[in-house]
Every structure is written in structure tokens, then in C-alpha cells.
């Protein structure tokens, strides 16, 4: 079975700073999906940001961006110019690319992110 | 419409009431999901439907009961409940579960106290 890790339960940032979340995980399988969520205090949960196993150029969106290093099973996520509206609970998650009960995302046990005005 | 919609916003029941819980969604999605969050943990998946038929139900008592009417709409009935299952149970959606189909899209979640 998979698992996700990350290490870092708090974090905090001065605002307009940068901040990076550490996620590894545990995997035999060779092609799958990563992704971190973000789920800010008003509870909805929202996807931040997506990466394929197979693609090696890291994703980016805006201000947010990932350093996946495969061999090293490590997925950490970058945010860039940090603005009170990033603050949230911050979950990395799993998913296997097939199908017949691999449909599930393993999450992580999260970050909080704190931005400090 | 990106938008999945859940109701009750909150909900409190005793241990002998039967109450639902309602998810909706209109992006044309056909794979939907229940969570169960506990405070400060990752979501835990329940249930998920795709194409109106339940394709994994993760072990989860039978005082949950999933129903899915039609591919917007998803229910989960609650009877008996116990106080720890007090928790915020989110609804999720997806296009389809194979391949990138599988990006969920999530409800603002409904907050359950069971007393």
C-alpha cells in the first residue's frame, strides 16, 4: 500500500516570502499522480497543483510550483511571493493510475501554513 | 458550473435520529465520493460511485448508507450514529475515475455532531 508523509505539521512565512512544503511517499509503482490540496479555514478543499509520474518537467501554476524528485519518492511544493489568502491546511496526496480499487487518494497528514502579515 | 454543493451546511442529530446528508453537482461528472474529516486529519474515503453504482465502499458500518439517485446527486443516510462520528463529511466529484478523469473537485462539506 501507499503512503504519504509530511514532515512539517506547522509551518509559517512573513508575507510576500517564500515557503516550501515537504511530502514524501512510499510507492512501488512506477506511473501515477501527485497532487497537493489546499483546504483554507472556511473547510472547502481546492486543488493547488498536479503532477504525472512520468512527466519529469516539475509543474507550475503561478505562484505555486513542485519539486518532484521520483527517485528520491519526494514531492515538495513551492509557494512564491506568499499572500494571506495562501494561509490553509496544505495536504500532498497519491493516486495509482489504474483502475479496480486504485482509485483512491492517499493524503498526507498536512501542513498548516501561517502567513505572517 | 464548477461548483459541488452540499447540504446541510451543519448537523446535529442524536444517536437514535435518522438524518442525510445531500452532495450535489452539475459539471457532468459521473464518479462521486463521500470523506469523513476528522479535526486537523486528511480526509478518509467512505464511498465511491461511478456511474450511479458503488465502486468501493472502503469498510465503512452500515449505520452509512450511500445512495446515488442519478449522476448529480448523491446522498448518504445516517441512522444509529455513534458521537465519534461526529466529523465534516465531504462530497467529491471526478469526470470519470481513470487517468487524469480522476481530478476530484470537493463540497464545502457538511459538520456533523452526533450527540
Known amino acids: 500500500a501507499q503512503t504519504v508523509t509530511q514532515s512539517q505539521p506547522e509551518m509559517s512565512v512573513q508575507e510576500a516570502e517564500t515557503v516550501t512544503l515537504s511530502c514524501t511517499y512510499d510507492?512501488?509503482?512506477?506511473?501515477?499522480?501527485l497532487f497537493w490540496y489546499k483546504q483554507p479555514p472556511s473547510r472547502q478543499m481546492i486543488l493547488v497543483i498536479r503532477?504525472?509520474?512520468?512527466?519529469?518537467q516539475n509543474a507550475t501554476e503561478n505562484r505555486f510550483s513542485v519539486n518532484f524528485q521520483k527517485a528520491a519518492k519526494s514531492f515538495s511544493l513551492k509557494i512564491s511571493d506568499s499572500q494571506l489568502g495562501d494561509a490553509a491546511m496544505y495536504f500532498c496526496?497519491?493516486?495509482?493510475?489504474?483502475?479496480?480499487?486504485?482509485?483512491?487518494?492517499?493524503f498526507g497528514t498536512g501542513t498548516r501554513l501561517t502567513i505572517i502579515p | 458550473d464548477t461548483e459541488v454543493t452540499q447540504t446541510p451546511k451543519h448537523l446535529v442529530m442524536g444517536m437514535t435520529n435518522k438524518k442525510s446528508l445531500k452532495c450535489e453537482q452539475h459539471?457532468?461528472?459521473?464518479?462521486m465520493y463521500w470523506y469523513k474529516q476528522k479535526a486537523k486529519k486528511p480526509p478518509e474515503l467512505m464511498f465511491v460511485?461511478?456511474?450511479?453504482?458503488?465502486?468501493i465502499n472502503e469498510s465503512v458500518p452500515s449505520r452509512f448508507s450511500p445512495e446515488c439517485p442519478n449522476s448529480s446527486l448523491l446522498n448518504l443516510h445516517l441512522h444509529a450514529l455513534q458521537p465519534e462520528d461526529s466529523a465534516l463529511y465531504l462530497c467529491?466529484?471526478?469526470?470519470?475515475?481513470?487517468?487524469?478523469?480522476?481530478?476530484?473537485?470537493f463540497g464545502p462539506g457538511t459538520r456533523l455532531t452526533v450527540l
Open positions: 510507492t512501488s509503482e512506477s506511473d501515477y499522480y
Open positions: 467529491a466529484s471526478s469526470q470519470g475515475l481513470a487517468g487524469i478523469y480522476n481530478e476530484q473537485f
Open positions: 459539471m457532468g461528472h459521473r464518479a
Open positions: 503532477q504525472e509520474a512520468y512527466k519529469q
Open positions: 496526496a497519491y493516486r495509482s493510475k489504474g483502475l479496480g480499487g486504485n482509485e483512491k487518494l492517499t
Open positions: 460511485y461511478s456511474y450511479e453504482k458503488l465502486s
